[in-house]
Protein backbone atom coordinates (compact mmCIF):
# COMPACT_ATOMS: atom_id res chain seq x y z
CA UNK A 1 0.00 0.00 0.00
CA UNK A 2 1.13 3.53 -0.99
CA UNK A 3 1.23 5.81 1.60
CA UNK A 4 2.85 8.06 4.49
CA UNK A 5 4.42 6.38 8.05
CA UNK A 6 5.36 7.94 11.40
CA UNK A 7 6.30 6.21 14.20
CA UNK A 8 5.95 5.66 17.11
CA UNK A 9 2.48 6.44 17.62
CA UNK A 10 3.61 7.44 21.24
CA UNK A 11 6.65 8.45 22.77
CA UNK A 12 7.85 9.65 25.84
CA UNK A 13 11.30 11.17 27.14
CA UNK A 14 12.51 12.31 29.80
CA UNK A 15 13.39 16.27 29.83
CA UNK A 16 16.68 17.17 28.40
CA UNK A 17 16.80 14.30 25.97
CA UNK A 18 17.07 14.55 22.11
CA UNK A 19 14.40 12.22 20.17
CA UNK A 20 14.03 11.42 16.71
CA UNK A 21 10.52 11.19 15.13
CA UNK A 22 10.42 9.13 12.25
CA UNK A 23 8.62 9.41 9.01
CA UNK A 24 8.81 7.26 5.71
CA UNK A 25 6.56 7.74 2.46
CA UNK A 26 6.45 5.68 -0.64
CA UNK A 27 4.26 8.05 -2.47
CA UNK A 28 7.42 9.19 -4.77
CA UNK A 29 6.70 12.49 -3.46
CA UNK A 30 9.54 15.49 -3.73
CA UNK A 31 8.09 17.68 -0.50
CA UNK A 32 7.54 16.72 2.74
CA UNK A 33 6.73 18.45 5.77
CA UNK A 34 6.70 18.93 9.35
CA UNK A 35 4.05 20.43 11.76
CA UNK A 36 3.37 20.94 15.22
CA UNK A 37 -0.20 20.60 16.55
CA UNK A 38 -1.08 21.85 20.48
CA UNK A 39 -4.73 20.87 22.28
CA UNK A 40 -7.08 23.48 20.32
CA UNK A 41 -4.57 24.83 17.96
CA UNK A 42 -3.84 24.88 14.13
CA UNK A 43 -1.18 23.44 12.61
CA UNK A 44 2.33 25.26 12.52
CA UNK A 45 5.10 24.49 10.13
CA UNK A 46 8.76 23.60 11.59
CA UNK A 47 10.42 22.29 8.41
CA UNK A 48 9.71 21.74 5.11
CA UNK A 49 12.06 20.15 1.85
CA UNK A 50 11.00 20.23 -1.68
CA UNK A 51 13.93 18.44 -2.88
CA UNK A 52 16.06 16.06 -1.34
CA UNK A 53 19.58 17.05 0.73
CA UNK A 54 17.84 21.00 0.68
CA UNK A 55 15.47 21.91 3.73
CA UNK A 56 13.91 24.93 5.29
CA UNK A 57 13.01 26.04 8.13
CA UNK A 58 9.23 26.88 8.89
CA UNK A 59 7.25 29.29 11.37
CA UNK A 60 8.67 27.44 14.52
CA UNK A 61 12.29 25.72 13.77
CA UNK A 62 13.52 26.52 17.10
CA UNK A 63 14.91 23.42 19.14
CA UNK A 64 14.40 21.56 15.95
CA UNK A 65 16.30 19.90 13.28
CA UNK A 66 15.77 17.48 10.31
CA UNK A 67 17.84 15.84 7.69
CA UNK A 68 16.78 14.79 4.00
CA UNK A 69 19.23 12.13 2.56
CA UNK A 70 16.65 10.51 0.83
CA UNK A 71 13.38 11.41 -1.13
CA UNK A 72 11.41 8.71 1.02
CA UNK A 73 12.54 9.81 4.98
CA UNK A 74 12.41 12.82 6.39
CA UNK A 75 13.04 12.45 10.26
CA UNK A 76 12.34 15.27 12.77
CA UNK A 77 15.14 15.73 16.17
CA UNK A 78 13.62 17.34 18.14
CA UNK A 79 16.44 18.67 20.64
CA UNK A 80 16.74 20.01 24.29
CA UNK A 81 16.49 23.05 23.64
CA UNK A 82 12.73 22.95 22.53
CA UNK A 83 11.16 25.01 25.64
CA UNK A 84 7.97 23.16 25.39
CA UNK A 85 7.90 19.65 23.33
CA UNK A 86 5.26 17.80 24.35
CA UNK A 87 3.07 17.77 21.34
CA UNK A 88 1.31 16.05 18.07
CA UNK A 89 3.98 16.07 15.28
CA UNK A 90 2.40 15.62 12.00
CA UNK A 91 4.45 15.04 8.60
CA UNK A 92 3.09 15.18 5.54
CA UNK A 93 4.30 14.66 1.50
CA UNK A 94 3.37 16.20 -1.95
CA UNK A 95 4.35 16.70 -5.18
CA UNK A 96 6.09 19.89 -6.10
CA UNK A 97 3.81 21.71 -7.68
CA UNK A 98 1.29 24.05 -6.65
CA UNK A 99 -1.62 22.94 -5.30
CA UNK A 100 -1.12 19.57 -5.71
CA UNK A 101 -2.87 17.60 -2.43
CA UNK A 102 -1.25 16.40 1.10
CA UNK A 103 -1.10 13.39 2.86
CA UNK A 104 -0.60 12.73 6.24
CA UNK A 105 1.10 10.75 8.34
CA UNK A 106 -1.00 9.53 11.20
CA UNK A 107 1.26 11.51 13.84
CA UNK A 108 3.16 11.33 16.96
CA UNK A 109 2.37 12.32 20.23
CA UNK A 110 5.34 13.07 22.15
CA UNK A 111 4.89 13.76 25.69
CA UNK A 112 8.29 14.82 27.62
CA UNK A 113 8.18 14.12 31.72
CA UNK B 1 3.98 37.36 3.62
CA UNK B 2 0.56 35.54 2.39
CA UNK B 3 -1.92 34.51 4.96
CA UNK B 4 -5.61 33.06 5.05
CA UNK B 5 -7.42 33.83 7.81
CA UNK B 6 -10.36 31.54 8.99
CA UNK B 7 -13.48 32.31 11.05
CA UNK B 8 -14.86 31.48 12.97
CA UNK B 9 -12.57 29.42 15.22
CA UNK B 10 -14.83 27.63 17.10
CA UNK B 11 -18.60 26.86 15.87
CA UNK B 12 -21.18 24.45 18.13
CA UNK B 13 -24.15 23.45 16.74
CA UNK B 14 -27.31 21.40 17.19
CA UNK B 15 -27.35 18.12 15.38
CA UNK B 16 -29.52 19.47 12.34
CA UNK B 17 -28.41 22.59 12.14
CA UNK B 18 -26.28 24.21 9.14
CA UNK B 19 -22.74 25.14 9.19
CA UNK B 20 -20.51 27.88 7.34
CA UNK B 21 -16.87 28.43 8.04
CA UNK B 22 -14.77 30.94 5.68
CA UNK B 23 -11.24 31.83 4.55
CA UNK B 24 -10.47 35.15 3.93
CA UNK B 25 -7.07 36.31 2.06
CA UNK B 26 -5.37 39.43 1.39
CA UNK B 27 -4.06 38.69 -1.70
CA UNK B 28 -5.37 36.83 -4.99
CA UNK B 29 -5.15 33.12 -4.80
CA UNK B 30 -4.42 30.78 -7.73
CA UNK B 31 -6.24 27.89 -5.71
CA UNK B 32 -7.26 26.79 -2.38
CA UNK B 33 -7.91 23.71 -0.98
CA UNK B 34 -10.02 22.30 2.31
CA UNK B 35 -9.16 19.24 4.55
CA UNK B 36 -11.12 17.93 7.66
CA UNK B 37 -8.91 16.34 10.98
CA UNK B 38 -11.32 14.70 12.92
CA UNK B 39 -10.28 14.69 17.14
CA UNK B 40 -6.94 12.34 17.00
CA UNK B 41 -6.62 11.94 13.47
CA UNK B 42 -4.89 13.85 11.28
CA UNK B 43 -6.60 16.16 8.16
CA UNK B 44 -7.39 14.31 5.49
CA UNK B 45 -7.44 16.28 2.02
CA UNK B 46 -11.18 17.19 1.04
CA UNK B 47 -11.44 19.43 -2.29
CA UNK B 48 -9.62 21.97 -4.56
CA UNK B 49 -10.76 24.80 -6.21
CA UNK B 50 -9.68 26.83 -8.30
CA UNK B 51 -11.99 28.85 -11.11
CA UNK B 52 -13.14 32.22 -9.74
CA UNK B 53 -16.49 32.27 -8.53
CA UNK B 54 -16.44 28.23 -8.46
CA UNK B 55 -18.37 25.74 -6.77
CA UNK B 56 -18.46 22.23 -5.47
CA UNK B 57 -20.67 20.30 -3.85
CA UNK B 58 -19.88 16.78 -2.22
CA UNK B 59 -23.06 14.88 -0.77
CA UNK B 60 -23.90 18.16 2.02
CA UNK B 61 -20.63 20.03 1.65
CA UNK B 62 -20.34 22.77 -0.88
CA UNK B 63 -16.90 24.34 -1.12
CA UNK B 64 -17.40 27.74 -3.10
CA UNK B 65 -14.22 30.15 -4.26
CA UNK B 66 -14.82 33.80 -4.04
CA UNK B 67 -15.00 36.02 -8.16
CA UNK B 68 -12.01 37.78 -6.91
CA UNK B 69 -10.17 34.46 -5.80
CA UNK B 70 -9.55 35.98 -2.25
CA UNK B 71 -12.06 34.08 -0.17
CA UNK B 72 -13.75 30.82 -0.03
CA UNK B 73 -16.37 29.06 2.39
CA UNK B 74 -17.24 25.76 3.13
CA UNK B 75 -21.42 25.19 3.84
CA UNK B 76 -22.36 21.60 5.32
CA UNK B 77 -25.99 21.56 5.26
CA UNK B 78 -28.11 19.75 8.17
CA UNK B 79 -25.02 18.96 10.22
CA UNK B 80 -24.73 15.15 11.80
CA UNK B 81 -22.31 14.10 14.93
CA UNK B 82 -20.16 12.72 11.75
CA UNK B 83 -19.09 16.27 10.49
CA UNK B 84 -17.22 16.72 13.76
CA UNK B 85 -13.54 18.27 13.62
CA UNK B 86 -11.55 21.14 12.44
CA UNK B 87 -11.47 21.94 8.99
CA UNK B 88 -8.44 24.04 7.25
CA UNK B 89 -7.97 26.00 4.39
CA UNK B 90 -4.17 26.14 3.64
CA UNK B 91 -2.35 27.94 1.14
CA UNK B 92 -1.27 25.65 -1.43
CA UNK B 93 1.86 25.40 -1.80
CA UNK B 94 3.11 28.68 -2.01
CA UNK B 95 6.85 29.19 -2.43
CA UNK B 96 7.19 25.81 -1.36
CA UNK B 97 5.52 26.15 2.13
CA UNK B 98 1.78 24.93 2.76
CA UNK B 99 0.49 26.66 5.74
CA UNK B 100 -2.34 25.59 7.53
CA UNK B 101 -3.32 28.06 10.22
CA UNK B 102 -5.67 27.71 12.80
CA UNK B 103 -8.63 26.29 11.00
CA UNK B 104 -12.51 26.13 12.26
CA UNK B 105 -13.40 23.62 14.94
CA UNK B 106 -16.66 22.42 14.81
CA UNK B 107 -18.91 20.04 17.55
CA UNK B 108 -22.37 19.00 17.00
CA UNK B 109 -24.29 17.92 19.63
CA UNK B 110 -26.66 15.69 18.90
Known amino acids: DGGITQSPKYLFRKEGQNVTLSCEQN?????MYWYRQDPGQGLRLIYY???????QKGDIAEGYSVSREKKESFPLTVTSAQKNPTAFYLC????????????FGQGTRLTVV | GQQVMQIPQYQHVQEGEDFTTYCNSS?????IQWYKQRPGGHPVFLIQ?????EVKKQKRLTFQFGEAKKNSSLHITATQTTDVGTYFC??????????FGQGTELSVKP
Open chain 2, 90 to 99: PLGNQGGKLI
Open chain 1, 27 to 31: LNHDA
Open chain 2, 27 to 31: TTLSN
Open chain 1, 92 to 103: ASSFRQVGTEAF
Open chain 2, 49 to 53: LVKSG
Open chain 1, 49 to 55: SQIVNDF
